[in-house]
């Protein structure tokens, strides 16, 4: 059964809802920032919501005293204003205390498409998983959103939680947790070329592998459910049976999930070719759309086509050179 | 009426331990510590707050943070008096087998929270006290914040959402000593009227001075009869580095170490009672 007419959001307060109906103790802060799921928590549960205020600094430090308390208190904004606005609200009260407070973002990558580089999120894998203490969680399906809402309430810890704004089709099954124990699911197995990717941009991986196969290059598609920490053990088994790995994210490269992998891999000495493929370092003030927006920075499909390809033929170069 | 004699004497007490403590290191914020000594030995010893020493974090205690965090250790001789750790950890303040430092943190016995970076503690305490209003206890939240640290904006995000969700419970003094790092506030960046701002943000403001434990005592008297659901704020008026008199009044002294004439002239200051009420 297809569960992608529900939207991310509405997913993850339905589960927090129905959790705060058994504990009184959880407490949930919206700095203004709705979901459907959200009124009903609001309209059934107002002595456990809180309106915070247009203020996101506020909220980060209400949540960390309500933690300090021993309340579950989760932190709602579109993606920017809970972790860019409130940084180091969020890196001294969360981060340091190590408090038990999920930072619940909406909005990944170019999700407010129509809104500007003042409501996109491409830097937030970079400044979130700078913080130490932290784990980050990036569904990209309604299934690992319902997942990682409940790891929230039966795991407290502090953890940011990246959401994205419009419907994603399925990549899991209802009830299907491959994903969860070690945040890493080889979704696709392939040959030679494995694409490592997170989010929205698993469908447009699958839609580029989809292209591929029909012009007879297999590649793998690895789902990072987890982005911090990252089990290097099982990445390493898994990209050791490819011949190059390129990384995809909606993220500038700076720092994004990109930069993860390659940390990663240079850590467990996997000697494979990286190419990483995300936004190139510019903020575009440009009308229409995602796909129009991902056609400009050339992470849209058929760019990620001809990225791939031009790999795959890097590599089969690269194996002519080192068998003579 | 108080009797105040007992702590006019802690007052003297309380800066010889802290003056001891950062000679020894040649760490530490004498003057800021200072200017709230007398509003914050008030709290703790004039049965303002429910605290459980050998239980910090028991539920029904009140709660103090001082959230301008360069002034930590005016609790530290205070807390080791009243049994949350050993008197030897002050003189192990800043030693690697100590568990005391310049800012204090969570992990300190007494201490509820980091504190460092401004405007935090002053919103973790707005948050205690809305923990005990949806808990139903009648724990109470007090915080010290400094006048430099109304600059962050953050500070009023807070003062209008605690005025909102009614926290009465939360008692803010705001140490005005009227000294920043670099200049006077009112020279820097101006907070005057900075009652006007509290009371139009929502609060009751009690002024007080804050080197006058009668005037002090007073102004708990008032907080105590205000019953109007509105949180408060009680603006001490006070001097940086009260009680060393080269210090008095001086931005240099903010983190400055004195040398050993400086010292000696110090100590001879702090034999004296500089309290008068």
């Not at chain 1, 930069?259 to 990663?264: C, K, L, R």
């Not at chain 2, 200017?35 to 429910?50: H, K, P, Q, T």
Request: proline share 3%; charged share 25%.
């Amino acid at each position: 059964m297809s569960t992608q007419n529900i939207l991310p959001r509405d997913v993850f307060v339905n589960q927090i809802y129905e959790e705060a109906l058994k504990n009184k103790d959880l407490y949930f802060l919206s700095a203004d920032f709705g979901a459907q799921a959200l009124d009903k928590f609001r309209d059934q549960l107002p002595h456990q919501f809180i309106h915070a205020g247009i203020s996101e600094q506020n909220m980060v430090d209400i949540a960390a005293g309500l933690a300090l308390n021993g309340k579950l208190a989760y932190i709602y904004a579109m993606i920017p204003f809970v972790t860019f606005r409130c940084y180091e609200q969020v890196k001294v009260a969360l981060a340091t205390m190590n408090l038990p407070v999920t930072v619940v973002g909406v909005g990944s990558g170019y999700s407010y498409d129509d809104a500007g580089p003042t409501h996109y999120a491409t830097e937030d894998i970079s400044c979130m998983r700078a913080l130490g203490n932290i784990e980050i969680l990036s569904p990209g399906d309604t299934q690992s959103t319902f997942e990682a809402a409940k790891l929230t309430f039966t795991k407290p810890a502090f953890r940011y939680i990246r959401l994205d704004r419009k419907f994603l089709p399925d990549i899991y099954q209802k009830g299907e947790t491959r994903f969860l124990k070690d945040g890493i699911c080889e979704i696709d197995k392939g040959e030679e070329i494995c694409i490592i990717t997170t989010g929205y941009m698993v469908q447009k991986v699958r839609q580029a592998k989809e292209i591929l196969l029909k012009e007879g290059i297999q590649i793998g598609v690895i789902d990072l459910f987890r982005l911090k920490p990252i089990q290097g053990t099982l990445l390493s088994s898994i990209v050791s049976r490819y011949k190059g790995v390129m990384t995809v994210e909606e993220q500038f490269l700076s720092g994004g999930l990109g930069s993860a992998i390659t940390e990663v891999l240079a850590d467990e000495r996997i000697l494979l070719p990286v190419k990483r493929v995300g936004i190139n370092d510019h903020y575009y003030l440009d009308n229409g759309g995602r796909e129009y927006l991902h056609k400009l920075c050339k992470i849209d499909v058929q760019s990620i086509v001809e990225k791939i390809k031009q790999f795959h033929a890097s590599l089969a170069g690269n194996r002519v050179l080192s068998s003579k | 009426m108080r009797d105040i004699h007992p702590f006019l004497s802690k007052s003297q007490w309380l800066r010889k331990e802290i003056f001891d403590m950062v000679i020894r290191t040649q760490k530490g914020h004498i003057p800021s510590c200072y200017s709230c000594s007398e509003i914050v030995l008030a709290l703790c010893y004039g049965g303002m707050i429910r605290f459980d020493a050998k239980n910090p974090r028991s539920k029904n205690r009140d709660s103090l943070i001082v959230s301008k965090g360069h002034a930590a250790m005016v609790l530290y001789p205070i807390l080791a008096d009243l049994g949350f750790y050993p008197k030897e950890e002050l003189l192990k303040f800043t030693n690697p087998n100590g568990i005391l430092r310049m800012y204090a943190d969570h992990t300190i016995p007494g201490i509820e929270a980091i504190c460092g970076s401004l405007g935090h503690g002053f919103t973790i305490a707005a948050g205690y006290a809305l923990a005990a209003k949806r808990d139903g206890r009648d724990s109470k939240s007090y915080v010290i914040v400094s006048d430099g640290e109304c600059y962050e904006g953050s500070v009023w995000e807070t003062a209008m959402f605690a005025s909102h969700y009614e926290l009465d419970n939360l008692i803010t003094v705001v140490d005005r000593n009227g000294l920043c790092i670099l200049s006077e506030t009112e020279k820097c960046v101006k907070l005057n009227p900075l009652e006007d701002k509290w009371k139009a943000f929502g609060w009751n403001v009690i002024n007080v001075n804050g080197h006058s434990y009668t005037d002090i005592f007073r102004g708990f008297d008032d907080l105590v009869k205000n019953k109007n659901k509105k949180p408060t704020v009680i603006i001490s008026k006070s001097v940086k580095g009260k009680g060393i008199s080269f210090m008095e009044n001086k931005v240099e002294w903010h983190n400055k170490m004195p040398n050993a004439e400086q010292v000696g002239k110090a100590r001879e200051n702090l034999e004296k009672n500089c309290i008068i009420n």
